[in-house]
């Protein structure tokens, strides 16, 4: 196996091993989201010459807009997909075994107010741990009115005759993504942002197929030659097969959930919400993350998918108003700190009036006639298994010798025990050290907690390349607020500049571009 490209390095290093001449890969991911570095993990460790490529950042897309859990999936578990469940269950466990920097044990509670919603959410939820074995998070059981209030302060207490507490996973999806390249250059791949696939040629005779990709940087176009090509592009994904059949059928639908941020001072519990009954039939949660409240998400059909998607006035209101019915302040749009939007992969249906919420979650993987690997569906929290399924799938289509799996216990980078999440640097892990003294400790942010130390080691040791890069998902500011976020942007640019050798001109466009951006999370 190679040695693994060191993480302090120049861009150029990476881009220098993923374009050499004469280099024939055994696998080309394509897409730096979960499903995309979760396969390109899988294949470094069993000994594949791998390389993923992403076309803008690590986990721009829906991996750094989820709700920010690694769940079972209790919703699934009320539609009877108790496979879909047992699977996620464990994946779970195995994650928060893996990166416990990043993923913890989050208690929630559903408030109850009729006898009968104490009945069938404790039986349900006494099924939810059964079904998760000894990976299992925590048992669950009935909670007291008193206990209940004590618990979630803020909450409405009218008819509140207590609550069902059970256990889940809470996680940083963007700073997992970012783990996770990390540790495939570690294992002896290469993982390079800004490289976008342009074109796929027929497989030659060898069976071997060379994927046009750009540097988006430089403006470069390279040939890369590969035996597999893996296309884990999420709601793209078509776009990427209708490079091979321009007359490929759609394989997704896309399924648009918001989410929006508020400050804690509307529920103040280390404890998280869960909201079991909507008007739409959905659950929703109001989850504390990095010092705020996390509250989402709503389920929208979506016709054409974007990089930016944008919350629809209806969702807005929809969380508002169900959130509010539960709490005692409650929120409107100008107490909201910022919204995101991601969007969910979906299986495409069969039959055209299934509703998004009822399509399963379940992933797919879909075999070509020229061996193009494309896989659909699935979530975060079975990343893994996803991975593991798909390296499955090409050993056996393209008569590689079958290989065992590696990735069920092994340690993400970072990976570090007996957390504090109160600091604000928990997040790094193993690297909160090096990322505390890669500069001077300046603050600047002392609402998101901040330092300059973190954006000269985002540049460094993280890949970033932009000023979203760093402020979006290197670290949360966008996403938690994005008036703060606006405030700082133009020195985080500047310091940025300094560390990849970029003038007042890079300076100045970084900013307005995330100014801009920076606008269409925040609710005028």
Same mark, same amino acid.
Request: overall charge positive; proline content about 4%.
């Given at each position: 196996?190679?040695?693994?490209?060191?993480?302090?390095?120049?861009?150029?290093?990476?881009?220098?091993?993923?374009?050499?001449?004469?280099?024939?890969?055994?696998?080309?991911?394509?897409?730096?989201?979960?499903?995309?570095?979760?396969? #390109?993990?899988?294949? !470094?460790?069993?000994?594949?010459?791998?390389?993923?490529?992403?076309?803008?950042?690590?986990?721009?897309?829906?991996?750094?807009?989820?709700?920010?859990?690694?769940?079972?999936?209790?919703?699934?578990? *009320? @539609?009877?997909?108790?496979?879909?469940?047992?699977?996620?269950?464990?994946?779970?466990?195995?994650?928060?075994?893996?990166? +416990?920097?990043?993923?913890?044990?989050?208690?929630?509670?559903?408030?109850?107010?009729?006898?009968?919603?104490?009945?069938?959410?404790?039986?349900?939820?006494?099924?939810?741990?059964?079904?998760?074995?000894?990976?299992?998070?925590?048992?669950?059981?009935?909670?007291?009115?008193?206990?209940?209030?004590?618990?979630?302060?803020?909450?409405?207490?009218?008819?509140?005759?207590?609550? !069902?507490?059970?256990?889940?996973? @809470?996680?940083?999806?963007?700073?997992?993504?970012?783990?996770?390249?990390?540790?495939?250059?570690?294992?002896?791949?290469?993982?390079?942002?800004?490289?976008?696939?342009?074109?796929?040629?027929?497989?030659?005779?060898?069976?071997?197929?060379?994927? =046009?990709?750009?540097?988006?940087?430089?403006?470069?176009?390279?040939?890369?030659?590969?035996?597999?090509?893996?296309?884990?592009?999420?709601?793209?994904?078509?776009?990427?097969?209708?490079?091979?059949?321009? *007359?490929? +059928?759609?394989?997704?639908?896309?399924?648009?959930?918001?989410?929006?941020?508020?400050?804690?001072?509307?529920?103040?519990?280390? =404890?998280?919400?869960?909201?079991?009954?909507?008007?739409?039939?959905?659950?929703?949660? *109001?989850?504390?993350?990095?010092?705020?409240?996390?509250?989402?998400?709503?389920?929208? +059909?979506?016709?054409?998918?974007?990089?930016?998607?944008?919350?629809? =006035?209806?969702?807005?209101?929809?969380?508002?108003?169900?959130?509010?019915?539960?709490?005692?302040?409650?929120?409107?749009?100008?107490? !909201?700190?910022?919204?995101?939007?991601?969007?969910?992969?979906?299986?495409?249906?069969?039959?055209?009036?299934?509703?998004?919420?009822?399509?399963?979650?379940?992933?797919?993987?879909?075999?070509?006639?020229?061996?193009?690997?494309?896989?659909?569906?699935?979530?975060?929290?079975?990343?893994?298994?996803?991975?593991?399924?798909?390296?499955?799938?090409? =050993?056996?289509?393209?008569?590689?010798?079958?290989?065992?799996?590696?990735?069920?216990?092994?340690?993400?980078?970072?990976?570090?025990?007996?957390?504090?999440?109160?600091?604000?640097?928990?997040?790094?892990?193993?690297?909160?050290?090096?990322?505390?003294?890669?500069?001077?400790?300046?603050?600047?942010?002392?609402?998101?907690?901040?330092?300059? #130390?973190?954006?000269?080691?985002?540049?460094?040791?993280?890949?970033?390349?932009?000023?979203?890069?760093?402020?979006?998902?290197?670290?949360?500011?966008?996403?938690?607020?994005?008036?703060?976020?606006?405030?700082?942007?133009?020195?985080?640019?500047?310091?940025?500049?300094?560390?990849?050798?970029?003038?007042?001109?890079?300076?100045?466009?970084?900013? !307005?571009?995330?100014?801009?951006?920076?606008?269409?999370?925040?609710?005028?």
């Amino acid at each position: 196996m190679n040695q693994g490209i060191k993480m302090k390095t120049e861009r150029i290093s990476l881009l220098k091993a993923a374009t050499a001449k004469d280099v024939l890969w055994d696998v080309v991911v394509i897409g730096g989201g979960a499903t995309g570095l979760g396969t #390109a993990l899988e294949a !470094v460790t069993r000994g594949y010459k791998t390389l993923l490529l992403e076309q803008s950042d690590f986990a721009k897309g829906t991996s750094s807009r989820s709700t920010k859990l690694v769940h079972g999936g209790v919703r699934y578990l *009320a @539609q009877g997909n108790v496979g879909l469940v047992r699977e996620a269950s464990i994946e779970r466990g195995l994650l928060l075994q893996n990166a +416990p920097h990043l993923v913890k044990n989050q208690t929630f509670i559903i408030p109850v107010y009729s006898f009968t919603d104490r009945l069938k959410y404790t039986i349900g939820l006494k099924l939810y741990d059964w079904i998760a074995g000894r990976l299992s998070l925590g048992r669950s059981y009935f909670i007291s009115r008193k206990k209940a209030l004590e618990a979630l302060p803020g909450i409405n207490q009218e008819k509140l005759t207590g609550g !069902v507490l059970y256990h889940d996973g @809470q996680f940083d999806d963007s700073r997992l993504a970012i783990n996770l390249a990390q540790t495939i250059i570690e294992e002896g791949g290469v993982a390079i942002n800004y490289m976008k696939v342009l074109g796929l040629e027929k497989p030659d005779a060898k069976g071997h197929t060379v994927v =046009e990709a750009e540097d988006m940087e430089q403006g470069v176009s390279y040939k890369i030659k590969t035996k597999a090509v893996v296309n884990a592009t999420g709601v793209f994904v078509d776009a990427i097969l209708k490079m091979e059949d321009p *007359a490929a +059928p759609k394989s997704v639908v896309a399924s648009q959930g918001i989410h929006l941020v508020l400050n804690k001072t509307f529920f103040s519990s280390a =404890e998280a919400l869960m909201i079991p009954k909507t008007n739409d039939g959905r659950v929703l949660f *109001a989850v504390p993350w990095h010092n705020e409240v996390v509250v989402g998400t709503t389920d929208t +059909p979506v016709g054409v998918p974007s990089m930016e998607p944008r919350p629809l =006035e209806k969702e807005i209101t929809f969380i508002l108003n169900t959130v509010g019915n539960y709490l005692v302040k409650k929120p409107c749009r100008k107490d !909201v700190q910022s919204v995101f939007v991601g969007l969910r992969p979906l299986a495409a249906p069969k039959e055209g009036a299934q509703k998004t919420k009822e399509i399963s979650r379940s992933h797919k993987i879909i075999i070509s006639p020229t061996n193009l690997f494309t896989i659909i569906g699935g979530k975060w929290t079975t990343y893994r298994k996803m991975g593991e399924d798909m390296v499955d799938a090409i =050993e056996k289509k393209l008569n590689w010798p079958l290989t065992k799996t590696r990735t069920p216990h092994l340690k993400i980078h970072g990976y570090k025990e007996g957390m504090n999440w109160e600091d604000p640097y928990y997040f790094y892990g193993s690297d909160a050290e090096g990322a505390k003294t890669a500069s001077e400790e300046q603050r600047i942010s002392d609402k998101l907690r901040i330092d300059k #130390a973190q954006v000269v080691w985002a540049v460094q040791h993280e890949m970033a390349r932009t000023v979203e890069d760093f402020l979006a998902r290197r670290t949360r500011a966008l996403f938690l607020d994005a008036r703060e976020s606006i405030r700082i942007c133009q020195e985080v640019a500047t310091i940025m500049a300094a560390a990849l050798n970029r003038d007042d001109d890079w300076i100045q466009n970084e900013t !307005v571009q995330f100014r801009e951006l920076a606008q269409q999370y925040l609710l005028n």
